[in-house]
């Protein structure tokens, strides 16, 4: 049983465009949910994140939306460019239990020029 | 600051060899964190340390797989009899410990003959 799901295993938009992400989890115990970023050849890194006492945190153009009761939460990519082509993990974490971050499958985003 | 470095970059064994996986983590950093990543299953939890005791093993194979941090610069992950099902790129993290940010390091992609 996947505990985080992204539903998408790929998405493509156009430079400009606003680029939506998706991600699900199962556990009512997760409570920090960061969004890693991980480009070919590379390790993932650190995009943004949020608590679940929040439901938007924005930082320039990413912008997590987060839904507690319906245990989703979504990336919004604005104004997208092609330097945002990569692979998006959305993660999750519970500060009750072991210190380890569980991932989704990730999500392939291409942005066309 | 480096940012997180593992060695080598890429390990070639033949199947029942031993390999050994090399991992310097940000100095001050307290937890360094193993994940293993491949196509089918993503990224996996392996195992983690905090100020260099082992804090969680549950995703680490029991038999042939073993790590260890012996100091704060470094931590180990020793495969035994490596398999071609062993193949992925090993993933180290660390830490610095007030929050849950993960800094990944390159990985090192194993490739088991």
């Known amino acids: 049983q996947q505990q985080v799901r992204q539903s998408s295993q790929s998405l493509t938009v156009w430079e400009g465009e606003t680029a939506i992400l998706n991600c699900s989890y199962e556990n009512s115990a997760f409570d920090y949910f960061p969004w890693y970023q991980q480009f070919p050849g590379e390790g993932p890194a650190l995009l943004i994140a949020?608590?679940?006492?929040?439901d938007k945190k924005e930082d320039g153009r990413f912008t997590i939306f987060f839904n507690k009761r319906e245990k989703n939460l979504s990336l919004h990519i604005k104004d997208s460019q092609p330097g945002d082509s990569a692979t998006y993990f959305c993660a999750a974490h519970a500060s009750s239990g072991s210190w380890q971050l569980i991932f989704g499958s990730g999500t392939q985003l291409t942005v066309m020029p | 600051n480096a940012g997180v470095i593992q060695t080598p970059r890429h390990k070639v064994t033949g199947k029942g060899q031993e390999a050994t996986l090399w991992c310097e983590p940000i100095?001050?950093?307290?937890?360094v964190f193993w994940y293993r990543q491949t196509i089918v299953q993503g990224l996996e939890f392996l195992t983690y340390f905090r100020n260099q005791a082992p804090i969680d093993d549950s995703g680490m194979p029991k038999e042939r797989f073993s790590a260890q941090m012996p100091n704060q610069s470094h931590s180990t992950l020793k495969i035994q009899s490596t398999q071609p099902q062993d193949s992925a790129v090993y993933l180290c993290?660390?830490?610095?410990?007030?929050?849950?940010?993960?800094?990944f390091g390159h990985g090192t992609k194993l490739s088991v003959l």
């Open positions: 100095s001050g950093h307290s937890a």
């Open positions: 993290a660390s830490s610095p410990g007030q929050d849950e940010r993960l800094f």
């Open positions: 949020i608590r679940s006492v929040s």
